[in-house]
């Protein structure tokens, strides 16, 4: 394995600390229930539970991401492979570093002893949010949907300002909570395994906003175009500017047909 140790959030420390809460068997201890069904790759398995921890402020949910042997392999690591989740686990520190908003990593370890490979992350729980492919958009007041659509976009287009891309940019991966003070939405990136720099190519940024189109339901073509000028902020003036508009809102309406 490339990483031997563990992580634990700064604001959190202490907490984890003084709950016992320091490797990952501190963590299988728990009372914990299992999320989905186990993910399995040769004989490796990957699952996700949940579990609740005593924060400062009360209890708090956590989902638990444990994988054993469960590796990708590649040029770097053609014979061990690495942990699908390190790989994740660096994506969510690369973001929270840059301001884009996503689930908090409150633990990170990874060990490998005997030819087995283990890795776990913890995350908090988004209270409050919902998926997007779970907004019911039939019942939001026009000024609502022109909202959601728009904070969307702005945090899709902060990712890529950032220099990164999602590369798995589902709907079910954008997490949303609408604030009645300020009028926004607040919206937040889970399962970030695949993403990466994108290395100032549009190709990659384009991959992503041609997903969230073709699996984004509800939204009409006028919709569409709107989230692209969001995302853009502004139509751009010069002629790879104009080019690159009329691409991506041609993808946009056909992807909506």
Known sequence: MELNGSYMHPHWRLTLDGLGLNTIADWLALDRKLVDEPNQRGSGISQVFQASVEGEEGPATVFIKHQRNYVRRSVRHPITGQATLYQEYKALMRCWQAGVPVAEPLFFAVNSQSGNNEAMLVSLNLSGFQSLDQVDLETL?????????????????????????????????????????????????????????????????????????????????????????????????DSEGRSLMARMERKFKLRSA
């Open 141 to 237: 007041p026009p000024a609502r949907r022109f909202a959601l659509i728009h904070d969307v976009a702005a945090v899709v287009r902060l990712l890529h300002e950032r220099g990164l891309v999602h590369q798995n940019l589902y709907p079910k991966h954008i997490f949303v909570a609408w604030s009645e003070s300020q009028q926004r939405y607040d919206a937040r990136f889970i399962d970030m395994e695949r993403c990466r720099p994108h290395l100032g190519r549009w190709q990659p940024r384009l991959r992503d906003l041609e997903t969230l189109a073709r699996r984004a339901k509800g939204f009409s073509a006028r919709d569409r175009v709107r989230f692209l000028r969001a995302y853009l902020a502004r139509p751009l003036a």
